[in-house]
């Protein structure tokens, strides 16, 4: 099954940039999905196939997808953006497609 | 307003039962994909269940020959029957609609989740 992986946690300062990497073999082929989820709450959805927002996601949010790497980056970081950040893919060659990264902690500094 | 509501969750011993329900409005869950995911305390997110709306039903590996996901068209609810809970089954319940992109699906709308607990 594919798998994706992401680094356990980023911390960045308010005001600066924000990149949390998702890897996995030939990602840049498929389409990469970004969920946000706070302590306590449902995920959200932040961005989609790479790089689209839904409505009412900032467009401090947004994502990049090429070879073996797909990038979620979130500009002039605000302290709300604290949370976890996960991947997702759809793999249709596989029997169970739905699948996520590990997840990211993103901490403000 | 389109929103999902999760209910069932609990307590439950190890090789029991539990029916977890998903009360949509908003939208009609019979046109929609739906799915569950779970995550375990501390954990990540996994997908466990989707049903197709043409009904066509599919399982994690993890749960497949123990779980059932279904709907109800005329209350416009989504099930999952879980039988034979393990103790790793322990997680919030999340049902999630999927939405097609033009290359692939993801998950646009989610419930706020409702907790099983699997322990004696």
């Known amino acids: 099954s594919y798998v994706l992986t992401q680094p356990p946690s980023v911390s960045v300062a308010p005001g600066k940039t924000a990149r949390i990497t998702c890897g996995g073999n030939n990602i840049g082929s498929k389409s990469v999905h970004w969920y946000q989820q706070k302590p306590g709450q449902a995920p959200v959805l932040v961005v989609y196939?790479?790089?689209d927002r839904p409505s009412g996601i900032p467009e401090r949010f947004s994502g990049s997808n090429s070879g073996n790497t797909a990038t979620l980056t979130i500009s002039r970081v605000e302290a709300g953006d604290e949370a976890d950040y996960y991947c997702q893919v759809w793999d249709s060659s596989s029997d169970h497609p739905w699948v996520f990264g590990g997840g990211t902690k993103l901490t403000v500094l | 307003e389109v929103q999902l509501v999760e209910t069932g969750g609990g307590l439950i011993q190890p090789g029991g039962s539990l029916r977890l329900s998903c009360a949509a409005s908003g939208f009609t869950v019979s046109s929609n994909y739906m799915s569950w995911v779970r995550q375990a305390p501390g954990k990540g997110l996994e997908w466990v269940s989707v049903?197709?709306?043409?009904?066509?039903?599919y399982y994690a590996d993890s749960v497949k020959g123990r779980f059932t996901i279904s709907r109800d068209n005329s209350k416009n609810t989504l099930y999952l029957q879980m039988n034979s809970l393990r103790a790793e089954d322990t997680a919030v319940y999340y049902c999630a609609r999927d939405e097609w992109g033009g290359r692939s699906w993801y998950f646009d709308l989610w419930g706020r989740g409702t907790l099983v607990t699997v322990s004696s």
């Open positions: 049903i197709y709306s043409g009904g066509s039903t």
């Open positions: 196939d790479d790089s």
